[in-house]
C-alpha cells in the first residue's frame, strides 16, 4: 500500500461551530473519514452596549417593553469582534412600575453591565363608567336615590380600571318623571337615567275618632 499527505483544505472539515472545550473534528475525503480534537476557548467579552428599545417612556403601572431592543457585546479579539443579540426582561434589574420619574436600568449580561434609561409618568383617569346598574331603577314620588348596588369603574390611560366609590351624583329629583343622574368623578362624567311614579291614593282611614261619639 502507499500513502500520501493532502492538504487539510481539500478535505470536508465539520464540527459544531458553538461548543467550546474539546471539539471533535470530522474529516472527510474521497469518501473516506477520520476526526481530530481541538481545544476551543470561550470568547471574553470586552464590553457590552445598549441598542435602546423603540419604549422609553412608560404610564405608571406599565410593565417593560423592550420591542426593537438589543445588546450589542464586543469580544476581546485583534478585530474588535462583535454580535448582537435580543434585549431580555432577565437581563434587567432595578424597573417599578409605581415610581414615577426616570429609572437607571441595569442590564447584566456574562458579568458585565450597562444602563437604559426609562421615564414613568403618571397614570391620566380617561373615562368612567356605570358598570353595574342600582338596584333600584322606580322610585315612588317622594323617594330618596338609592345607589345600593351601583358600580362605578374608572378607566386609565395605561390600561387599568379600578371600582370607585367617592363619585358625586347629581341630577335626581323626587317628582315624577324619568331622572337623568349624572355620576361625577376625577372630572369624568357618566349617566344613567330612573323613573319616578307619582304616588296614587290606595285607601282612607279614620286615624282619630271625634272626641264625641255620643
Do not use: W
Request: some cysteine.
Amino acid at each position: 500500500s502507499t500513502s500520501k499527505t493532502v492538504d487539510l483544505r481539500q478535505a470536508q472539515l465539520s464540527c459544531n461551530p458553538d461548543q467550546t472545550g474539546s471539539v471533535t473534528v470530522a474529516v472527510n475525503y474521497q469518501g473516506f473519514t477520520d476526526n481530530f480534537v481541538i481545544l476551543v476557548a470561550k470568547r471574553q467579552i470586552q464590553s457590552i452596549h445598549i441598542i435602546e428599545p423603540t419604549k422609553l417612556v412608560y404610564i405608571e403601572g406599565q410593565e417593560l417593553d423592550l420591542t426593537g431592543g438589543k445588546l450589542r457585546i464586543t469580544y476581546v479579539s485583534e478585530d474588535d469582534y462583535t454580535e448582537e443579540i435580543p434585549l431580555v426582561l432577565s437581563m434587567l434589574s432595578g424597573y417599578d412600575a409605581n415610581t414615577l420619574g426616570i429609572q437607571s436600568l441595569t442590564v447584566t449580561y456574562e458579568g458585565k453591565t450597562c444602563s437604559l434609561m426609562v421615564n414613568v409618568v403618571a397614570k391620566s383617569l380617561t373615562e368612567i363608567r356605570v358598570t353595574k346598574q342600582p338596584a333600584k331603577r322606580t322610585y315612588l314620588e317622594g323617594d330618596a336615590f338609592d345607589s345600593t348596588g351601583m358600580e362605578i369603574t374608572a378607566y386609565y390611560d395605561n390600561g387599568t380600571s379600578e371600582a370607585v366609590t367617592d363619585y358625586a351624583l347629581s341630577g335626581y329629583d323626587s317628582t315624577p318623571g324619568v331622572k337623568r343622574i349624572t355620576v361625577t368623578y376625577g372630572g369624568k362624567t357618566a349617566a344613567l337615567e330612573v323613573t319616578v311614579r307619582a304616588k296614587s291614593l290606595t285607601e282612607i282611614r279614620v286615624t282619630k275618632q271625634p272626641a264625641k261619639q255620643t
